[in-house]
């Protein structure tokens, strides 16, 4: 059973910062491309950054700059860390796995919500 369990979310002041983690179960860590995904209420869901199996890393531009995204094959946790976080960044979260090949993977965490507000 594949489970994408998402923590580190919360309430945090503008300029502030958050660390998410993003701990997999049930798949190979290492061979998927890991991503995390936000959506505000209203909007679409957006790539945030996503990291490659080899650690190639994709940043949106919204938080390019202020973000960096990791991930820990052992541990088999991804992370964002989020800095000088803005109103803009307030959205559900969410943690994505995805593997491309024969055949096709695409698992989704439950996500958790970051709200960024004085």
């Known amino acids: 059973q594949v489970q994408l369990k998402e923590s580190g979310g919360g309430l945090v002041q503008p300029g502030g910062s958050l660390r998410l983690s993003c701990a997999a179960s049930?798949?190979?860590?290492?061979?998927?491309?890991m991503g995390w995904y936000r959506q505000a209420p209203g909007k679409q869901r957006e790539l945030v950054a996503d990291?490659?199996?080899?650690?190639?890393?994709r940043l949106a531009d919204a938080v390019k700059g202020r973000s960096t995204i990791s991930r820990d094959n052992v541990e088999k946790t991804m992370y964002l860390q989020m800095n000088n976080l803005k109103p803009e960044d307030t959205a559900d979260y969410y943690c994505?796995?995805?593997?491309?090949?024969?055949?096709?993977?695409?698992?989704w965490g439950q996500g958790t919500q970051v709200t960024v507000s004085s």
């Open positions: 994505n796995a995805r593997f491309s090949g024969m055949v096709d993977y695409d698992y």
């Open positions: 049930g798949i190979i860590f290492r061979d998927y491309t």
């Open positions: 990291i490659t199996r080899a650690g190639t890393t």
